[in-house]
C-alpha cells in the first residue's frame, strides 16, 4: 500500500530556507500527482503547492509564489518542497498528499494518501 512520509522540517529565524522531502514507499509503481498543504495552529489546512505526475506543470498559493519550489526526482519516489525567503506566518504542520485526479493538479479537494506532516517553525 502506498504512503507517503515527510521530512525536512525544522526551526528557523526568518528569512532562513529548508527544504521538505515526501517520499512515496509501499506501492510505487506508477508516479502521482502530489501536494503539498499547511495547517497552522487554529487555521484551517490550505493548499500550498502541486506537481503533476511528470513534473512538468506546477502550482501555487498566492501566499508562497516566489518563494517556495516544488519539484520530483521519480526515481527516488520524492517530492521536494523548497522553502525560501521563510517568514512567520509560514509556520504550520506541513503535509503531502495524491491528487484525485492521481496525475495532474487542479483544485485542492479531495487528495487522499495523506503524510503523517512535519513541523515547520519561523521564528527568531
Known amino acids: 500500500q502506498l504512503q507517503l512520509v515527510e521530512s525536512g522540517g525544522g526551526l528557523v529565524q526568518p528569512g532562513g530556507s529548508l527544504r521538505l522531502s515526501c517520499a512515496a514507499t509501499?506501492?510505487?509503481?506508477?508516479?502521482?500527482?502530489i501536494g503539498w498543504f499547511r495547517q497552522a495552529p487554529g487555521k484551517e489546512r490550505e493548499g500550498v503547492s502541486c506537481?503533476?505526475?511528470?513534473?512538468?506543470?506546477?502550482t501555487y498559493a498566492d501566499s508562497v509564489k516566489g518563494r517556495f519550489t516544488i519539484s520530483r526526482d521519480n526515481a527516488k519516489n520524492t517530492v521536494y518542497l523548497q522553502m525560501n525567503s521563510l517568514k512567520p506566518e509560514d509556520t504550520a504542520v506541513y503535509y503531502c498528499?495524491?491528487?484525485?485526479?492521481?496525475?495532474?493538479?487542479?483544485?485542492?479537494?479531495?487528495?487522499?494518501?495523506w503524510g503523517q506532516g512535519t513541523q515547520v517553525t519561523v521564528s527568531s
Open positions: 509501499g506501492f510505487t509503481e506508477d508516479y502521482y500527482a
Open positions: 506537481i503533476s505526475s511528470s513534473g512538468g506543470s506546477t
Open positions: 498528499a495524491i491528487h484525485p485526479s492521481r496525475y495532474y493538479c487542479g483544485g485542492w479537494a479531495d487528495f487522499d494518501s
